[in-house]
């Protein structure tokens, strides 16, 4: 158990030496000059020149160099350092002295797209994807992007617009007899894996890279290197050892690609662990400022609902245009709505990228989108929950994709949640929120099992960041093959071995592979029991400009409920309960995913009252696990209790972040029944009490 | 985190400790449990050439009642102070407010001495000790003084500790039977504290330390002087004097209307 | 310097610089890689040594603090410990990163309340942060060796 596991920050090759990046003290800069004359002999120093011949890199939009210029953010790497220790590569790039010449900078993502704002990649936009040859100098989208459909506007910091057009929203809110309008924020976060960024990297003599990496993407990364370093991508050998925590930190390529240029030019392996304090300058969550209309008729039908989303990609595009793409169709909801509009811009500002976080997008959406429904119950002096139920998606239904939906269990989860607080019998302190998120889609699972003298060994690529997928892999792989779990071995995905598989990411793999793994097995039985291959391919994906067409295959479905109390003096929230009830299907490993569960409503919690990534002047300013609090066991709320509404003859169901998104909002809507109406995450004592302030004189009184 | 290279200097006896103190001064940074100073080198915020360490000299920790007044030697542990009988007993606020720091990890490396020639705004230990009337014991080669810990701690991570003194005890007059220590976090259980309120009615008089807010834990006597019956005003009387700092913890103006709440809140709980 | 110490029941001495933390050097030159760095600051636990018995913070600790000290890691809690057993009968980790330090948490605070109330483990585990959020499954193991 645990104390034996083997991270990436573990791994020690032979004659390694160690690196330290050279950051950007500046938000935005042309970097004028590097003087390193003061650097000792004994280190190497990659410098511009060493990479002024390789492409760029990113997962959706190629937008990035292995070494900036400009810097584009207060932490951009502009150089790297390796020496024989950690601490010699650290003192080294103190040493290394690089000029700026300043640029104007933005900080927010709605005074970006303002006319006359600085542009962080003002060659972006210039191509769209399948445009042909691309000139030189253009941010071209990676191929990676084609089910998104990256859509950057020429000119602006806009790196992607996603738009859904579902019927006539603006006539249907004409025509409503009740109308919300309401804009609501939410902080960037942190991922503080325990584990930080860790990577190592080695060149053969044959010119080959082997990368020993904490990462969710091993295929993915990849591709993206081999584009970035013009070569073949079997010439590239990614190992994936289990993570001490990633939650979307360790997707895509974060340090790999500056580590693989460092140790080529070292001559030697160069291993990259990263100080606490440059997490918050590698990879947070998306911010979002979310405008929602949405109009009833008086009886509580749904009419029609307008999404505007700002979400703040930082300085890379990253997988922006992904979480704008689904929390733009994410906030249409789960319910039927004749008539929607989404826009939703993923749009650079001069702070650390964003990218992948548990909930991808929908935590954001989820509670702009689930807290107007309570300012909507209120306007229409309706219960939240009644409201909800005369709404919800049932089987058949047509979603605002145009897809029609199946095995929908939302009214199931609603009503476990508020079952669990009792809501029907007293809403006060209450609040509920349902949850609709997709899966990557569309994706490729494959699996390889082949036979040992003791068993069996399963080759995928389904990387272990905590979520249990090996348990989950040897778990299915030992029913289906009629043996016991500890007869399964399942190494660290490689790439070299392992079949592809698009990456380990929304709460797929449990389905995903878990179906590859069937098809594996019936292989292996129908040839002679030696060796099986399965593989599954889930098809679809969304038009940008309108938003129609397969979303998801598979839906993650949940809801929660929230009971609170204040202290009004202070604006102290206390977490009288919380309950999660989320769609399981059929459930393959039970403490998995208990845990999957407990840990997405507890880092839920964080995400609602305590998380935020706190910037002045570009620079952050809680860069550290003081200054930044992630929930401990004493923030647990007084009872904590969730629902797996299962399904013995379902297909296993993802739950890795299902729970996470509706808490925000459940208990955004628990302090909205006492009177005090929140817009912007986290709610923090500071902020409840501002809304206290604001309660009209009679709302307040004892509260919770 | 910095290379280690340092010159580490590691006394056995007192004497030894002061004349390496008078010696090196201020060049050789005094380290006891040493969480805070692990931090600060950790950061990289603090670079020492040498460290003298008093991890080894004798007669430093030790909790003892002396002529009814509590004696802490300066390297005693919190978790030695928050479990020790004799805390518990006679001045359990103390004992509260020792066990209230950080976490017991924590707790079990950080200092009775270090907690105090820190000066760290956002510590719970020093306002109680402030109120309950507690005096340091600086010495040096020089000689002995005993210094009240109102003014040991002078400005933001400043004492009035001289380059060649170390603190050595602690001392605290006998504790009223009512005295509070309300510890105010506006985040995570972990937090550290963003108002901090002790407050002790003695025979001579309310005393109402609040720290955590402002470089210094602070005290005002004329409000102080209203007595527990005046426990809103005394609260509105310090949230109008006291100019809060804003951290990740809350801004000034939120300190402010908490300080109001916390003071009378204190306050009452003294009635 | 040579650091002495009795290090998980073995008389053993380790190349250290003083002033470096006791988590590097016990990676480092022991090899002991239970011991996790996290933080920095003491605030995550996920580098928690046992000092003469009591849980401190290995990335807040000078090195030659430890001198002369008994210092023991997970590597020196057999795997049939009853905390150790019950966090595996009771799935109370994830990524397994913070376990070693929860396991010599929740051992030392058994020795001293044998039978503790939520309120005492949230309050004794509450310096170790898990942010996988195993916290329900880690309470249950800590009452589960009680």
């Not at chain 1, 919300?180 to 325990?194: G, I, K, L, W």
């Not at chain 1, 995903?512 to 391919?537: C, F, H, K, P, S």
């Not at chain 3, 997970?74 to 990163?97: D, K, M, S, T």
Request: glycine share 10%.
């Amino acid at each position: 158990m645990s104390g034996e596991v083997r991270y990436a920050q573990d791994v020690r090759l032979e004659g390694q030496w160690h690196a330290a990046l050279v950051r950007s003290p500046v938000p935005h800069g042309r970097v004028r000059a590097i003087d390193v004359s003061k650097l000792p002999p004994d280190c190497v120093a990659l410098l511009p020149e060493d990479v002024a011949g390789l492409g760029r890199y990113g997962c959706q939009l190629k937008d990035q160099e292995v070494l900036a210029d400009p810097a584009r953010f207060a932490g951009d790497v502009v150089a790297a350092l390796a020496a024989s220790t950690p601490e010699a590569a650290r003192e080294a790039a103190r040493l290394v002295e690089v000029e700026f010449e300043e640029l104007p900078a933005v900080f927010d993502p709605v005074t970006a797209v303002a006319e006359g704002a600085p542009l962080l990649h003002p060659e972006a936009g210039a191509v769209r994807e399948g445009a042909g040859s691309a000139p030189a100098g253009a941010i071209v989208p990676a191929d990676d992007a084609v089910s998104i459909g990256v859509r950057p506007l020429a000119g602006t910091n806009v790196c992607h617009r996603f738009r859904l057009l579902h019927g006539d929203a603006d006539a249907g809110l004409a025509d409503a007899d009740v109308v919300v309008d309401e804009t609501y924020r939410t902080a960037s976060a942190q991922h503080a894996p325990m584990e930080p960024h860790a990577t190592a990297a080695r060149w053969t003599a044959d010119g080959r890279l082997e990368l020993f990496t904490g990462t969710q993407t091993p295929f993915n990364l990849r591709a993206d290197l081999a584009g970035l370093l013009g070569v073949d991508e079997e010439h590239i050998r990614v190992v994936a050892p289990p993570m001490g925590g990633s939650f979307g930190a360790k997707t895509f390529t974060r340090l790999e690609a500056v580590v693989a240029c460092l140790a080529r030019k070292a001559g030697r392996p160069v291993k990259a662990v990263l100080d606490r304090a440059e997490e918050w300058v590698t990879l947070n969550r998306h911010p979002a400022v979310i405008r929602v209309r949405i109009g009833a008729a008086r009886d509580g039908t749904l009419v029609a609902k307008r999404l505007d989303c700002w979400v703040d990609t930082g300085a890379y595009a990253d997988c922006g245009p992904g979480v704008a793409t689904k929390l733009g169709y994410a906030g249409a909801g789960p319910y039927r709505i004749p008539n929607v509009r989404v826009d939703a811009l993923a749009i650079y500002t001069n702070l650390p990228p964003n990218g992948a976080f548990r909930g991808y997008g929908a935590m954001q959406s989820v509670w702009a989108s689930e807290r107007a429904m309570d300012l909507l119950a209120a306007r229409l002096g309706m219960s939240p929950l009644e409201l909800r139920r005369r709404n919800l998606l049932r089987d058949g239904d047509r979603f605002a994709t145009g897809e029609v939906m199946h095995d929908v269990h939302f009214e199931e989860c609603l009503q476990a949640a508020a079952d669990a607080v009792d809501y029907e019998r007293d809403p006060h302190g209450k609040g509920l929120s349902v949850l609709l998120k997709g899966m990557q889609t569309p994706s490729r699972a494959a699996i390889a099992v082949e036979r040992t003298p003791v068993g069996y060994v399963v080759r995928c690529a389904s990387c272990e960041m905590g979520q249990g997928v090996r348990d989950s892999v040897r778990l299915q792989a030992a029913a289906l093959l009629g043996c016991e779990p500890g007869q399964i071995e399942v190494p660290d995905p490689d790439t070299n071995s392992a079949p592809f598989d698009t990456r380990t990411t929304s709460s797929r793999s449990t389905y995903m592979m878990g179906r590859a793994l069937e098809e594996a097995v019936r292989d292996l039985q129908t040839n002679g029991g030696g060796r099986g291959y399965g593989e599954i391919a889930n098809e679809g994906g969304l038009d940008p400009d309108t938003g129609q067409g397969i979303a998801s295959t598979h839906w993650h479905q949940g809801a929660a409920a929230a009971e609170v109390s204040v202290d009004e003096e202070t604006g102290l929230v206390t977490v009288e309960h919380l309950h999660a009830a989320v769609y399981a299907g059929r459930v393959v490993d039970r403490a998995g995913a208990e845990l999957q569960n407990e840990g997405s409503m507890i880092m839920g919690l964080g995400t609602a009252l305590l998380e935020s990534v706190d910037h002045a002047d570009g620079q952050i300013t809680n860069a550290n696990l003081s200054d930044y609090n992630v929930p401990a066991a004493g923030d647990l709320p007084r009872r904590l209790t969730h629902d797996l509404i299962e399904r013995d003859d379902a297909e296993p169901h993802g739950l890795g972040e299902t729970a996470l998104p509706p808490v925000p909002a459940a208990i955004g809507n628990a302090l909205a029944s006492l009177g005090l109406e929140l817009t912007e995450l986290p709610m923090t004592a500071e902020r409840v009490l501002e809304a206290v302030d604001a309660a009209a004189p009679a709302e307040v009184g004892v509260r919770g | 985190m910095a290379d280690g290279r340092v010159d580490w200097l590691a006394p056995e006896a007192l004497d030894e400790a002061l004349a390496l103190r008078a010696e090196r001064g201020a060049e050789a940074t005094v380290l006891a449990g040493g969480t805070f100073l692990g931090i600060l080198m950790n950061e990289r915020l603090l670079e020492p050439a040498a460290l003298l360490s008093l991890g080894k000299v004798g007669g430093l920790e030790g909790i003892a009642v002396v002529d009814g007044e509590l004696r802490l030697g300066a390297m005693t542990t919190h978790r030695a102070v928050e479990r020790a009988p004799a805390v518990r007993e006679g001045w359990p606020v103390l004992a509260r407010a020792f066990s209230l720091v950080a976490s017991p990890r924590v707790r079990n490396q950080a200092t009775v001495g270090g907690v105090l020639a820190d000066a760290d705004y956002a510590s719970d230990p020093p306002a109680v000790l402030e109120a309950l009337g507690a005096r340091v014991v600086l010495r040096s080669v020089r000689g002995e003084r005993e210094v009240p810990v109102r003014e040991l701690v002078v400005g933001h991570y400043e004492t009035s500790i001289a380059d060649d003194e170390l603190l050595v005890e602690v001392r605290v007059p006998p504790c009223p039977a009512r005295a509070v220590y309300r510890k105010f976090r506006s985040r995570s259980s972990e937090d550290r504290p963003c108002v901090g309120v002790a407050a002790v009615n003695g025979d001579r008089a309310l005393r109402v330390v609040v720290g955590a807010v402002s470089d210094t834990p602070r005290e005002l006597p004329e409000a102080c002087a209203l007595g527990v019956e005046a426990a809103a005003e005394i609260g509105h009387r310090y949230a109008g004097e006291i100019e809060p700092i804003s951290d990740s913890r809350g801004s000034a103006a939120y300190r402010r209307r908490v300080i109001a709440v916390e003071v009378r809140r204190a306050v009452e709980a003294l009635a | 310097m040579t650091l002495d110490l009795l290090l998980n029941g073995r008389p053993t001495a380790l190349e250290a610089e003083p002033a470096e933390t006791l988590l590097e050097v016990l990676r480092r030159e022991a090899g002991l890689l239970s011991v996790r760095l996290t933080c920095g600051i003491g605030v995550c636990g996920a580098c928690t040594v046992l000092l003469d018995g009591e849980p401190v913070s290995g990335c807040l600790l000078r090195a030659a603090q430890a001198a002369g000290r008994e210092v023991t890691t997970l590597e020196g809690i057999p795997a049939e410990h009853p905390v150790r057993r019950a966090f595996a009968a009771e799935h109370a980790f994830q990524c397994g990163y913070c376990t070693p330090g929860m396991v010599l948490t929740s051992a030392r605070l058994l020795e001293e309340i044998p039978d503790p109330s939520d309120e005492q483990i949230a309050e004794g585990l509450g310096g170790n942060l898990c942010r996988c959020g195993c916290y329900l499954k880690i309470r249950a193991a800590v009452r589960r060796a009680a």
